[in-house]
């Protein structure tokens, strides 16, 4: 199921706006009744600067700034790193070809 739908439905109305109210509650709970701001704190930020994080996001400033910061050589950026050393690292979901990290189109997903 497409999680945009071009033709909205009464049925597809009910159940996104549900699942949203319930999004709302339980984000509600958690920082408001039981305090846990922590968890939440990357969307408020989000929310205080949402003008500056759309414009750099754009234009692909944000990109170019992530992986214009590297140590030593070009090869050791972040994306480089969050890639090789991100979640799905045991488990094998996303190699790179050894010869070229920067090449993003060699990339390839395994099961």
């Known amino acids: 199921m497409p999680l945009n739908k071009p033709i909205y439905t009464f049925s597809y109305a009910c159940v996104t706006s549900g699942a949203a109210g319930l999004l709302f509650i339980a984000i509600y709970l ?3 009744l039981y305090g ?3 968890p939440t704190m990357l969307l408020e930020w989000m929310g ?4 500056t994080l759309y414009v750099l996001v754009a234009s692909n400033l944000f990109f170019i700034a ?7 050589t070009p090869e050791n950026n972040i994306v480089t790193y969050i890639v090789q050393h991100g ?5 094998g979901a996303l190699r790179t070809p050894d010869s ?3 090449n993003y189109s060699n990339w390839s997903l395994t099961t």
């Open 100 to 102: 070229s990290i920067r």
């Open 30 to 32: 958690l920082v408001d």
């Open 66 to 72: 992530i992986q214009g910061f590297y140590w030593k």
């Open 48 to 51: 205080m600067n949402a003008l």
């Open 36 to 38: 846990c701001r922590r």
């Open 87 to 91: 979640p799905w690292h045991h488990v």
